[in-house]
Nanobody, 118 residues
Framework: QVQLVESGGGLVQAGGSLRLSCAVS????????VYWYRQAPGKERELVAD????????IYADPAKGRFTISRDNAKETVYLQMNNLKPEDTAVYYC???????????WGQGTQVTVSS
């Protein structure tokens, strides 16, 4: 049974930092592509970053470039999203997701709330 558990969200002041974690179980973590999405109130879910099994990482959301970093620890079966210099517009529920291997099935975590106060 594939499970994704996010943690690390919370309330932080603008300019602060948070590190989100996504712990994955029930599958072969090293073979996964892992994604971080976020959804702000009243907005569509957007892709923030990904970590491809080959080791390539990318930040997609323009507002996050230069401030967010995605990394993974295959031994701990965990992907991290380091968020620095947070801004109120980063306030959202952050979700991790995977494409399972080899099926390609998509799994989502339950989400973790990030709130940035001004």
């Amino acid at each position: 049974q594939v499970q994704l558990v996010e943690s690390g969200g919370g309330l932080v002041q603008a300019g602060g930092s948070l590190r989100l974690s996504c712990a994955v179980s029930g599958t072969i973590f090293s073979m996964l592509n892992v994604y971080w999405y976020r959804q702000a109130p009243g907005k569509e879910r957007e892709l923030v970053a990904d970590s491809i099994r080959s080791g390539t990482t990318s930040i997609y959301a323009d507002p996050a470039k230069g401030r967010f970093t995605i990394s993974r620890d295959n031994a701990k079966e965990t992907v991290y999203l380091q968020m620095n210099n947070l801004k109120p517009e980063d306030t959202a529920v952050y979700y991790c997701a995977i494409n399972d291997f080899p099926s390609g099935s998509v799994y989502w975590g339950q989400g973790t709330q990030v709130t940035v106060s001004s």
